[in-house]
């Protein structure tokens, strides 16, 4: 089982100064697997998040990919990157770009591929997310709905190893919100290895193996979602998913 | 209606002529000023505590002086005060030029903090290094930025040349001036002529300029 292990954080922790942000998290993410993070704002998910692919500097602990650390190097960080794909609340797509071109831009500069490859590829999966129409057109031209399905394709496209996904439809207006995750529940299905921090727990529970539960910089409970949703081991999971229930009571 | 001055002797050739130093003055500093100011524009950007000081003193120095004082000091104060004997083409260029620089580095400054930090996170994210993100990412962005703005100063500076003739130098007001002056007896109304052809000749060198600049502008809007 252990085999199978993709990407492994052994006690990471990040401070900024005297702040600490979180201490010694660990975690373990098998290949297929999706683990989805949750907690309230400020919990320090995202900043999690963002030291797995290395835009936040860690002061104490390792991240593994297949086994091997993580450097802070920035040369063979751009290498690490190449297989830990990541998507934003913001979807920042490159606006002097075309859709098309947003998503030639990394396989063709940063693993020298064939241009006319790279295109047939991108318009596959442009296809797939119903935006094969927009290629030629420029991101400011585009819904936020679809900037990020684009930014999604954007990832993917690099054929990552892991997929990490930081509240991408945080964002986004309510309508939209669904044609987004959409495209997240089918990667679950085909089997794609992500890490997703998000506020939507009706997807948690749909894409998710695992569920982890942050609070105040510690994973407070982690387990298996209907576990997780319908039996909730501690007082400050069962607060915060309360939080997310209108019932009347 | 005083047209008819023009088409004595090369009178409007001399105009043409007198178009063309405003324009050579100004083409001078703009390209003296664009340098300048790409340099000074990323100094600023660093933050760094003095020079950010230093060079916003600067900025506000040329913003508040007007610019005819500024030419009056370099070209006549500089030549009895330091025994400096000054082309008056060249205390122009230098006036302009300070004042372009400084224009220019405001611009480049704010182009260059406009970028996002996201935009070199998710360039980053993709396995881009440092220099392919700049490269690809971000120096393509700040330059589409900059350059509808960079337009707008070169119409700018074109138009504030006409300052230059109070230092002496026979541009394109100057010399309707001194049409208008000799024909004073036959042509008494030849100053609503000449400068209304001036008008239209200043409209011919700045219109097909701003009017890229608004093309530029709109194709590359974000």
Redesign the interface.
């Known amino acids: 089982m252990e085999s199978n292990e993709i990407l492994r954080v052994n006690g990471i922790s990040k401070r900024y100064g005297d702040i600490s942000v979180f201490e010694h998290l660990d975690l373990s993410v098998k290949k297929g697997e999706v683990v989805v993070i949750v907690g309230p704002s400020g919990c320090g998910k995202s900043t999690f998040l963002r030291c797995l692919n290395g835009l936040e500097e860690i002061q104490e602990g390792e991240v593994l990919l297949d086994g091997e650390r993580i450097s802070q190097n920035p040369k063979e960080l751009s290498r690490t990157r190449e297989k830990i794909g990541m998507v934003f609340q913001s979807y920042d797509l490159f606006p002097h770009l075309t859709i098309l071109q947003n998503l030639t831009l990394a396989p063709v500069k940063v693993k020298k591929r064939n241009k006319k490859d790279v295109e047939k590829e991108a318009e596959e999966l442009l296809e797939r997310v119903g935006l094969l129409s927009k290629k030629d057109r420029y991101p400011r031209e585009l819904s936020g709905g679809q900037k990020q399905r684009v930014a999604i394709v954007r990832a993917l496209i690099m054929h990552p190893e892991v997929l990490l996904l930081d509240e991408i439809t945080a964002a986004l207006d309510p309508e939209m919100v669904k044609e987004v995750l959409d495209v997240v529940l089918s990667l679950a299905k085909e089997g794609r290895t992500m890490v997703i921090v998000t506020h939507e727990m009706q997807v948690a529970r749909a894409a998710a193996n695992r569920m982890i539960f942050i609070d105040g910089g510690k994973i407070v409970e982690e387990g298996e979602p209907t576990e997780f949703f319908e039996h909730p081991q501690t007082e400050r999971l069962r607060q915060f998913l309360h939080s997310f229930s209108y019932e009347a009571e | 209606m005083g047209f008819e001055v023009l088409l004595k002797g090369n009178n409007m050739l001399r105009l043409w002529q007198g178009l063309l130093v405003a324009l050579k003055i100004s083409l001078l500093s703009v390209v003296i000023s664009i340098a300048l100011g790409v340099v000074l524009g990323i100094l600023m950007a660093l933050k760094l505590p003095v020079l950010k000081q230093i060079l916003r003193a600067y900025l506000e120095v040329v913003r508040i002086m007007p610019q005819m004082v500024l030419l009056f000091l370099v070209y006549f104060g500089t030549t009895k005060a330091m025994g400096i004997n000054l082309q008056a083409e060249t205390a122009a260029v230098i006036v302009f030029s300070f004042w372009g620089t400084a224009e220019m580095a405001d611009l480049v400054r704010g182009a260059l903090q406009g970028i996002?930090k996201?935009?070199y996170?998710?360039?980053?994210?993709?396995?881009?290094?440092?220099y392919?993100t700049y490269v690809?990412?971000i120096i393509?962005?700040i330059i589409?930025r900059m350059i509808p703005l960079s337009i707008n100063l070169i119409t700018r500076m074109i138009k504030t040349t006409s300052l230059v003739m109070m230092i002496g130098i026979v541009e394109v007001l100057k010399v309707g001036q001194q049409i208008i002056e000799a024909n004073r007896k036959t042509s008494p109304n030849a100053a609503f002529g000449v400068f209304a052809v001036i008008f239209v000749m200043y409209f011919l060198a700045c219109w097909p300029i701003s009017q890229l600049s608004k093309y530029l502008e709109k194709k590359?809007?974000?």
Not at chain 2, 121 to 130: F, I, P
């Open positions: 996002p996201i935009q996170e998710s360039s980053m994210s993709l396995g881009l290094n440092t392919q690809y990412v393509p962005q589409r590359w809007e974000n």
